[in-house]
């Protein structure tokens, strides 16, 4: 299956630790977080294919990545300006005739996704927008999902609502960025800026028609603001990709 990697963001809450690089190319070690992006998605038989959507300083991440990476071949989607990431989904599924369902994944998070287990679940119960959902101990950072059991062998249940940060919340789930989804939602959307998150997936939610699998992983990592950026320094090295 193909997967679309969303690499085109600013990163403008890490231009004090980074700069002149898209916010995915944030250096990790001796590598760029993208990297270890690319190898947890490799290490996955069914993912054939990445499309990486390109924005800001894309030539940065061509030339590094090339043509393939790890034996499976890459292309570049790129945004002309800023799309959202709404936007950059539907330039992808227009510019690259996209018909069939198709990951997506976002660039400046890592988190070890079950891709077989997102796709067994598309075909079984058809929803046209499922995603990975990941257990967190601190909610001060991210809105959290409300999340109702549909099958608890396939840790599958429905989306009841995206709820907003939470300073006093401890725990719960978040979506962790990965996603499967049917291409057919785009066909309404015009190709402009929109978000994929405020124009797509709470309107889903409002309309019961978005799914989660509960992972049972619990390590994730976004490197949005610095603190979270060096606390990836230590984390993703010793990962066995």
């Known amino acids: 299956m193909i997967v679309l990697v969303l690499a085109g963001g600013l990163g403008k809450r890490l231009r004090s630790v980074i700069q002149d690089v898209p916010k995915p ?9 993208l990297y270890f992006v690319l190898s947890e998605l490799v290490s996955s038989p069914i993912i054939t294919k990445i499309v ?5 300083k894309s ?15 890459i292309k570049y989607c790129k945004e002309v300006s800023p799309l959202g990431t709404g936007g950059a989904i539907k330039n992808f599924v227009t510019n690259m005739k996209i018909k069939s369902p ?7 998070t890592f988190f070890k996704s079950n891709y077989t287990d997102l796709k067994v679940a598309q075909d079984l119960f058809k929803p046209k927008i499922i995603l990975e ?21 396939r840790r599958l249940a429905l989306i009841l609502k995206f709820k907003e940060k939470d300073q006093s919340a401890k725990n ?11 291409p057919h939602i785009f066909d309404k959307y015009p190709k402009r800026k929109f978000s994929l998150e405020e124009d797509i997936l709470t309107p889903f939610s409002i309309e019961r028609d ?20 060096y606390a990836a320094q230590k984390l993703l090295p010793k990962w066995s990709l």
């Open 25 to 33: 190319m944030a250096p990790v070690g001796k590598y760029p977080f």
């Open 52 to 56: 990486i959507s390109v924005g800001y």
């Open 59 to 73: 030539e940065k991440v061509s030339s590094y990545f090339g043509s393939q990476f790890k034996g499976i071949p």
């Open 102 to 108: 198709f990951f997506v994944k976002n660039g400046d």
């Open 133 to 153: 959902a990941c257990k967190v101990e601190k909610l001060d950072r991210y809105g959290s999902l409300e999340l109702e059991t549909i099958d608890r062998k």
């Open 172 to 182: 719960g789930y978040i979506n962790s960025g990965c996603y499967l989804m049917d």
């Open 210 to 229: 978005i799914y989660a699998i509960k992972s049972k992983e619990k390590e994730f990592i976004d490197i949005g603001i610095p603190s979270d950026f």
